[in-house]
């Protein structure tokens, strides 16, 4: 077989979607990213098939692929079900390791962050309610595919998972990889997709971003200066979509970047291939 013959062939077998897996062990054989708190995990089956995590529907894309992940507080163990045209549903555990998560003390935040007045009440509601719509998206864009990078240069100042004391009070855990760099250097897109929210000066978040990579897969960007982007643009990854700031309840300059799979909130650091969960 001549070598322009068997590349041809190889190709047709990654891409045609007719290849991808029926079988429910190998599919687990082939996943990739990493089964742990905060992990995203990824893979190919055939399309025909549906996929279920802990019951909940994954979706399998046209070609086969599908994404999922897990929370920062997922039990030890999930169950992966695979149903086949036929009714026939096959079921396989997946370990999920778990982690520990550091306490990290913020103090110096506009105090109507940390607790903020009844009077804001109405305008969060519509304000997480974007948040909400903009991270329902779920298209067949593969844009997570392809990898993630960080969306600023500076210091790593705060991890997913910490418990947070804001101003000497116990708050909700973070979900974001804090990155202090000064204001006004740019902010670029992790990964390419379509900017689903765009918005100056939320309350609490100041100017944010969310990004759609596809699959329910978003990015989320807090605190910015200014915003380059508006909604409904597609961008590239490494695109400029703004600038550092400090706007909302943050202390100083900084991005504070999310990762959602729908509303699962996944640890940014692990897509980017670092663990610096333990530096500062
Ligand atoms: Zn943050």
Redesign the pocket.
């Known amino acids: 077989m001549k070598l322009f013959s068997v590349i041809g062939t190889i190709l047709l077998l990654v891409t045609n979607p007719l290849f991808a897996s029926s079988d429910l062990t190998q599919i687990v054989e082939g996943l990739k990213g990493s089964a742990v708190q905060g992990g995203m995990v990824w893979g190919t089956a055939n399309p025909d098939h549906k996929l279920y995590l802990d019951g909940a529907e994954v979706k399998i894309g046209p070609n086969g692929n599908f994404v999922f992940g897990f929370g920062r507080d997922a039990g030890k163990q999930a169950t992966l079900r695979l149903l086949s045209l036929d009714g026939t549903a096959t079921d396989q555990l997946i370990s999920v390791a778990t982690r520990k998560f550091n306490i990290e003390r913020v103090d110096g935040l506009p105090p109507k962050t940390v607790t903020p007045p009844k009077s804001w009440l109405a305008r969060r509601k519509i304000e997480n309610g974007r948040v909400r719509t903009a991270r329902a998206e779920n298209t067949n864009a593969v844009a997570w595919l392809g990898g993630f990078q960080k969306p600023a240069e500076g210091r790593f100042s705060?991890f997913y998972g910490s418990q947070r004391i804001l101003n000497g009070k116990p708050r909700s855990p973070?979900y974001?990889l804090?990155i202090a760099a000064p204001s006004g250097q740019p902010i670029y897109a992790p990964a390419g997709g379509i900017i689903r929210l765009a918005a100056a000066d939320f309350l609490l978040e100041g100017g944010i971003v969310i990004i759609d990579h596809g699959f329910g897969v978003s990015s989320t960007l807090?605190h910015m200066n200014s915003v380059d982007v508006k909604e409904g643009d597609a961008v590239v990854q490494g695109a400029k979509i703004g600038t550092i700031g400090s706007k909302g309840r943050a202390s100083g300059p900084?991005v504070?970047w999310r990762i959602n799979w729908g509303t699962v909130r996944l640890d940014p650091l692990l897509l980017i291939g670092k663990d610096e969960t333990t530096k500062d």
Do not use: A, E, I, L
Request: hydrophobic share 15%.
């Open positions: 705060g973070h974001g804090d807090f900084h504070d």
